[in-house]
């Protein structure tokens, strides 16, 4: 079951108090608020349970490595592809759900391959951006630095102020071996570079396919 649905069936379980209260009177106030709170504090680990039972408890230090050695490969092959391209970066953001606004899924960088400022790498995003855009659209999205790009709307000023340096970036879906139809993204691979997308290419057909087959590899190790 999706874990939104399992969320609003369980959270169902806390209007029952309330009923009783209106055919059952005798119930005392504090038998009734502490059945209301069990069933919320029971819906909202149920849920984060559903949430995150997909990922497998692997140490970080296994992920930083096998992660790094995908990050590499895929640099090389993308470097392969466009040898005019110097500058590049990459990283990959998990979707979490954070209290209290757990029906939203938020990005912050997890594991990267190349130098991030500081605050970069505390930057969340939720719907905006290149990679909430692709994470809620569920596809690939790419940016070249313009003015009045469309990507860059809906960002907050900190946002664009910390990623201006930025000239180019390709955001990738990342799914769970599982999900066969590629409909839930748990992550998004992105790649980025100073450089405009002239020079980078992350909006032609083999950098979107070579990013689309390392996320897939990602995937699998990450679920």
Same mark, same amino acid.
């Given at each position: 079951m999706h874990p939104i649905l399992h969320c609003v069936l369980l959270a169902g379980i806390s209007l029952i108090p309330l009923s009783l209260n209106l055919f059952h009177p005798i119930f005392s106030d504090l038998t009734k608020y502490s059945i209301i709170i069990i069933a919320f504090v029971l819906t909202y680990t149920l849920y984060f349970h559903q949430f995150y039972k997909p990922f497998k408890k692997k140490s970080r230090e296994y992920l930083d490595k096998i992660l790094g050695e995908l990050f590499s490969s895929l640099d090389k092959k993308? !470097?392969?592809? !466009?040898p005019q391209l110097n500058d590049l970066r990459i990283n990959v953001m998990i979707a979490k759900r954070k209290f209290p606004r757990i029906w939203e899924k938020h990005l912050k960088i997890d594991f990267y391959h190349g130098e991030y400022f500081p605050a970069e790498k505390e930057l969340e995003f939720v719907k905006n951006g290149c990679c909430g855009s692709a994470l809620y659209d569920n596809a690939q999205y790419y940016y070249d630095a313009e003015p009045h790009h469309e990507a860059l709307r809906s960002m907050t000023e900190i946002q664009k102020k910390v990623t201006e340096h930025l000239g180019s970036i390709l955001s990738t879906p990342i799914y769970s071996p599982k999900d066969e139809y590629k409909e839930h993204p748990i992550a998004i691979l992105n790649l980025d570079s100073t450089e405009r997308i002239n020079k980078?290419?992350?909006?032609?057909?083999?950098m979107l396919k070579i990013a689309a087959y390392y996320a897939a590899l990602i995937g699998g190790q990450l679920i």
């Open positions: 993308a !470097r392969e592809v !466009r980078t290419g992350f909006d032609e057909d083999i």
